[in-house]
């Protein structure tokens, strides 16, 4: 899945987050509890403020929930075991997805 946020940022808001993966604020809070590899922020007003580096594990959720299936159990344990290796299948299969974008554009233009 390819999210849209502004690139440079330091911190998103739940807002932004939920539009980008087109959910309710009530999922991202959720699964803010649900894993520990989450760890917004929290403003004065004690808004949750996610880094980048937070919107990549949401993608890496994201994708073992709402793409693959696992239940929260399942991916708990998922990012448990071999967080390395399944952030850097993820990365691979992103970048691939990009590119098949790419292509498919370029194809559309002919």
Not at 46 to 75: C, S, W
């Amino acid at each position: 899945m390819q999210i849209e946020l502004k690139e440079g940022k330091r911190y998103y808001s739940i807002g932004e987050v939920a539009k980008a993966f087109n959910v309710n604020a009530s999922l991202i809070r959720f699964w803010d509890k649900e894993f520990d590899i989450l760890k917004p922020k929290k403003n004065a007003k004690g808004n949750r403020m996610f880094t980048p580096e937070d919107v990549k594990n949401l993608q890496l959720i994201y994708h073992l929930v709402k793409e693959r299936g696992f239940t929260l159990d399942g991916a708990r344990i998922h990012l448990k075991e071999g967080q390395k290796k399944t952030l850097d299948k993820f990365e691979i299969i992103s970048k691939l997805e990009g590119v098949k974008m790419q292509l498919l554009n370029i194809k559309n233009q002919l």
